[in-house]
T-cell receptor
């Protein structure tokens, strides 16, 4: 069965500081991996995706993520956080075009 | 903006009632997936519809059912509502392509409260 673990429920960073959100997955084949962001009361916005190829993927809003097969990880990073990045971030794994399995999310707070 | 629209945005029902949620997919997409997001949790897959047929189902009871129409819009129906059905219901549309490299685009969701 596929699963996603986001070990950090809450993270607080200062504006301008770097950010790394952790994601570990379990999947029986080559995974398709995604990061989504959700603002309060809103749906999910896709930040970036990994299907194959280059293990470092770039997304919107200055985010990037690195796929590490040996560690079953797909961590999200941003060099300099902006106050508007405060939101909840979800990592998801899928394959075959069917369901996505999400982690429980990481709530990001940005201190000014 | 993803082009995926859901209605209504909020809904209040009482236990035992039935509810229908609606979703219009993004132009050009042929697949709709539904997810339930309980408070403080990640979204949980309910089912997916592709070309009007169910194409996968999560661990939800049969009182959760769906439809997809020829224009690829979709409905989620929940019968005999229970208190635990209170959640944000998210619809995602995608274009089923080669090797399943599908990207799901989400609507803003319908917030269902069951009293």
């Amino acid at each position: 069965a596929q699963s996603v673990t986001q070990p950090d429920i809450h993270i607080t960073v200062s504006e301008g500081a770097s950010l790394e959100l952790r994601c570990n997955y379990s999947y029986g084949a080559t995974p398709y991996l995604f990061w989504y962001v959700q603002s309060p009361g809103q749906g999910l916005q896709l930040l970036l995706k990994y299907f194959s190829g280059d293990t470092l993927v770039q997304g919107i809003k200055g985010f990037e993520a690195e796929f590490k097969r040996s560690q079953s990880s797909f961590n999200l990073r941003k060099p300099s956080v902006h106050w508007s990045d405060a939101a909840e971030y979800f990592c998801a794994v899928g394959g075959g075009g069917n369901k996505l399995t999400f982690g429980t999310g990481t709530q990001l707070k940005v201190e000014l | 903006e993803t082009g995926v629209t859901q209605s209504p945005t909020h809904l209040i029902k009482t236990r035992g009632q039935q509810v229908t949620l609606r979703c219009s997919s993004q132009s050009g997409h042929n697949t709709v997936s539904w997810y339930q997001q309980a408070l403080g949790q990640g979204p949980q897959f309910i089912f997916q519809y592709y070309r009007e047929e169910e194409n996968g189902r999560g661990n939800f009871p049969p009182r959760f059912s769906g439809l997809q129409f020829p224009n690829y819009s979709s409905e989620l129906n929940v019968n005999a509502l229970e208190l635990d059905d209170s959640a944000l219901y998210l619809c995602a549309s995608s274009l089923n392509g080669l090797l399943g490299k599908n990207i799901q685009y989400f609507g803003a969701g319908t917030r269902l409260s069951v009293l």
